[in-house]
């Protein structure tokens, strides 16, 4: 998936880079995962269980 916002630079993801992501993990609080939410794919980090949210897939690799 290509990231289309800055809004994860804090974890070193930018606008443009490509992220993978493995649907087979459980997400631990702090890892970087893909939420959906109002109907789009959005990066954020896991906070909690999880429990909340509808898709979460775990971000394991990153580049640019």
Known sequence: ME???????DQ???LGDWVMVDTRLK???G?????EEDGEW???????????????????FSMK
């Open 31 to 35: 890892d970087v995962v893909v939420i």
């Open 12 to 14: 070193d993801i930018c």
């Open 42 to 60: 959005k990066l954020a980090v896991a906070k909690g269980d999880g429990g909340e949210w509808k898709v979460i897939w775990v971000v394991w």
């Open 3 to 9: 990231v289309g916002t800055d809004r994860m630079r």
């Open 27 to 29: 997400p631990e609080p």
